[in-house]
């Protein structure tokens, strides 16, 4: 079982909060709009990372 003690924060520097997601192997930011505004709320994923396994730590 797989835990996970963290928060969203801004990763690309902008102050908006972004959500970090692991699909598969690759590791993607869905920038935050600054909105609560439905699916508009985050934009399009932005693959940062491949190669990224169950309990890697970065």
Request: glycine share 18%; charged share 15%; hydrophobic share 30%.
């Amino acid at each position: 079982m797989l835990f996970c003690t963290g928060h969203s924060g801004s990763f690309d520097g902008n102050g908006r909060q972004d959500i970090i997601v692991r699909h598969g192997s690759e590791l993607f930011v869905y920038p935050g709009s600054g909105a609560l505004n439905g699916l508009k709320t985050y934009g399009e994923p932005v693959k940062i990372g491949t190669d990224i396994q169950p309990g890697h730590n970065l």
